[in-house]
């Protein structure tokens, strides 16, 4: 299968665009590489969410995009048209580990106005972050530290705080991976909300296929060390999801078989290698 | 680092926030005081304790009067207060700035990282009879001397808070685009504050001690020197007055310091909180 985006984008609507991206680290023996000849287009506004067997490079790739690690100098990256030189304007990464990435000294509304208090001051300031926090419904409690809330709501506020800063894209690295199933759902159906409002691009890794093809517009499955795209799957479903409709549509239930499969194929493919 | 649904919304008040200042005060612990004086006292009115130059808790409570009629006591508090505060907050720029840029920099680490490490097992009081044939019989000698007792607490601590911030905050502060200086005050210097404080409590205790160190060493001024001059001219009385007023200028150096720390940053003591509940 060959994993480009159908149709003939225009550069002006691309997020991202990668031609033979490739990452290589130095180790002891000799450089290593860690993903190999990615090609993909990602368009504004897209939810992209990336599957894979372990070690097959989606954190990688995603801190490439989120510019915190450097390609080779052979790969092409392009966001929003320009070469990837640090971390590129209106991108931000929410982390997994939400307690380690959370200012535990700040409230949770100043953790919110991190990436604002810079530009805006006084009553500008609270506004956008009350909006912010409007968004994940976490006002009420903005003046509590984040480490008395629950790991939901602390992930919540992770989100909160990268929204205040209005960004183009949001790269998320396994945001939910640490939370209980219900809670999970509940951000989910909230990020999904928030996207429709904002039109972020969203580039979502996860290990559970479910929740790639419940959140996603497609599905990028790596494979492999180094990694590559092994499959990248449509995911025609009608928006706005829902947890238990679309859930049990027939395309999703076939569209989750081939992402299964797909990480499955590509984790005994690994293991015949080793 | 495990915090689940469960542990959400009523927390015990912090420690300090709405009792009263009179149960939150040891009682208990100034009446052990006054029987340990009370023993004292009558330990040496009956000659169960023979030392003749232990006075008793009244002879030296007698003696402040007469300090303070001639004025030696309040100078040499003075002198020991100021030379002690003033070369720890000196030492408190030069070990946080030095920290800082050590933490941060791999560079500037591996350059001077065997210096420190052989420098700081030295015990600062041994370079009191050294600074003394540099700097002479001197205040100077005396500044120099807690400067640099009280750098070392903090250069060290500092250093060790700024290379634990974590890396998610560090990655946080990436994605945010942070130039060096935000970065520094929004993340790193707060993230280390706890370990910085411990290395400023440190620092000032450890610059009153050099303070007096040099003052009984060294420098003709303050309560260390009052403390031999007594001694010289078999005061036992007097001696135990200045004794007694280093460690009371000791309390209350530490806790103005604990006071600010508390109303100056609040959500640095309130993480501080946590970290030891969990």
């Known amino acids: 299968m060959q994993p480009q985006t159908p149709g003939s984008t225009a550069q002006?609507?691309?997020?991202?665009?990668?031609?033979?991206?490739?990452?290589?680290?130095?180790?002891?023996?000799?450089?290593?590489?860690?993903?190999?000849?990615?090609?993909?287009?990602?368009?504004?506004?897209?939810?992209?969410?990336?599957?894979?067997?372990?070690?097959?490079?989606?954190?990688?790739?995603?801190?490439?995009?989120?510019?915190?690690?450097?390609?080779?100098?052979?790969?092409?990256?392009?966001?929003?048209?320009?070469?990837?030189?640090?971390?590129?304007?209106?991108?931000?990464?929410?982390?997994?580990?939400?307690?380690?990435?959370?200012?535990?000294?700040?409230?949770i509304r100043r953790n919110v106005a991190l990436g604002l208090e810079t530009k805006y001051k006084g009553k500008d300031l609270d506004e956008r972050v009350n909006n912010a926090l409007d968004l994940v419904g976490l006002r009420?409690?903005?003046?509590?530290?984040?480490?008395?809330?629950?790991?939901?709501?602390?992930?919540?506020?992770?989100?909160?705080?990268?929204?205040?800063?209005?960004?183009?894209?949001?790269?998320?690295?396994?945001?939910?991976?640490?939370?209980d199933a219900i809670t999970k759902t509940s951000l989910q159906d909230e990020l999904l909300k928030v996207q429709e409002k904002t039109g972020a691009t969203i580039i979502f890794i996860t290990h559970d296929v479910e929740e790639a093809v419940y959140l996603g517009d497609r599905v990028i499955a790596l494979g492999g060390i180094p990694g590559r795209i092994v499959d990248v799957f449509e995911v025609d479903l009608p928006r706005p999801r829902h947890q238990i409709q679309t859930k049990e549509m027939p395309e999703f239930l076939h569209l989750r078989h081939q992402a299964y499969e797909s990480v499955v194929e590509a984790e005994l493919a690994l293991r015949r290698e080793q | 680092?495990?915090?689940?649904?469960?542990?959400?919304?009523?927390?015990?008040?912090?420690?300090?926030?709405?009792?009263?200042?009179?149960?939150?005060?040891?009682?208990?612990?100034?009446?052990?005081?006054?029987?340990?004086?009370?023993?004292?006292?009558?330990?040496?009115?009956?000659?169960?304790?023979?030392?003749?130059?232990?006075?008793?808790?009244?002879?030296?409570?007698?003696?402040?009067?007469?300090?303070?009629?001639?004025?030696?006591?309040?100078?040499?508090?003075?002198?020991?207060?100021?030379?002690?505060?003033?070369?720890?907050?000196?030492?408190?720029?030069?070990?946080?700035?030095?920290?800082?840029?050590?933490?941060?920099?791999?560079?500037?680490?591996?350059?001077t990282a065997a210096s420190i490490e052989v420098l700081r097992s030295f015990p600062s009081i041994t370079f009191v009879p050294v600074a003394v044939l540099i700097f002479g019989f001197s205040s100077t000698m005396e500044l120099v001397v807690v400067v640099y007792a009280a750098t070392w607490q903090v250069l060290i601590n500092t250093l060790e808070g700024v290379r634990g911030v974590k890396p998610g905050l560090m990655e946080t502060a990436q994605t945010f685009q942070m130039g060096q200086m935000r970065r520094i005050t929004a993340i790193v210097l707060p993230a280390a504050a706890s370990k910085i404080l411990v290395?400023?409590?440190?620092?000032?205790?450890?610059?009153?001690?050099?303070?007096?160190?040099?003052?009984?060493?060294?420098?003709?001024?303050?309560?260390?020197?009052?403390?031999?001059?007594?001694?010289?001219?078999?005061?036992?009385?007097?001696?135990?007055?200045?004794?007694?007023?280093?460690?009371?200028?000791?309390?209350?150096?530490?806790?103005?310091?604990?006071?600010i720390i508390q109303v100056a940053l609040p959500g640095i003591t309130a993480a501080a909180e946590r970290g030891r509940r969990s």
């Open chain 2, 1 to 111: 680092m495990s915090i689940t649904a469960s542990r959400s919304v009523k927390i015990s008040p912090a420690p300090g926030s709405k009792r009263a200042w009179y149960t939150r005060f040891n009682w208990l612990g100034v009446a052990g005081l006054i029987v340990i004086l009370g023993i004292w006292e009558i330990a040496k009115r009956t000659g169960l304790m023979s030392f003749d130059f232990i006075p008793a808790p009244t002879q030296i409570f007698a003696a402040i009067g007469g300090l303070v009629q001639e004025g030696a006591l309040q100078s040499a508090v003075l002198h020991t207060a100021g030379v002690a505060l003033g070369g720890w907050a000196i030492a408190v720029v030069v070990g946080v700035v030095i920290g800082v840029l050590l933490g941060l920099s791999r560079t500037a680490w591996s350059w």
């Open chain 1, 12 to 107: 002006a609507d691309l997020a991202y665009s990668a031609k033979n991206l490739a990452v290589e680290v130095a180790t002891k023996n000799g450089p290593k590489r860690l993903i190999d000849n990615l090609d993909f287009q990602i368009r504004k506004g897209e939810i992209i969410s990336i599957i894979g067997t372990s070690g097959a490079g989606k954190t990688t790739l995603l801190r490439v995009l989120g510019g915190l690690l450097p390609a080779t100098k052979s790969s092409e990256v392009l966001a929003a048209g320009k070469p990837i030189n640090g971390v590129p304007d209106k991108v931000l990464m929410v982390f997994q580990d939400y307690a380690s990435s959370l200012l535990p000294w700040r409230t």
């Open chain 1, 140 to 179: 009420k409690r903005a003046d509590e530290y984040p480490w008395r809330l629950s790991g939901g709501m602390q992930q919540r506020v992770q989100i909160a705080r990268a929204l205040a800063t209005e960004p183009d894209v949001l790269l998320m690295d396994e945001p939910f991976g640490a939370l």
């Open chain 2, 199 to 259: 290395g400023l409590k440190l620092g000032l205790n450890l610059a009153l001690i050099l303070a007096v160190a040099a003052e009984v060493v060294g420098n003709p001024a303050g309560l260390g020197y009052g403390l031999t001059v007594e001694q010289n001219a078999l005061q036992p009385a007097r001696m135990f007055v200045y004794f007694i007023s280093v460690g009371v200028l000791g309390i209350i150096l530490n806790a103005i310091l604990q006071l």
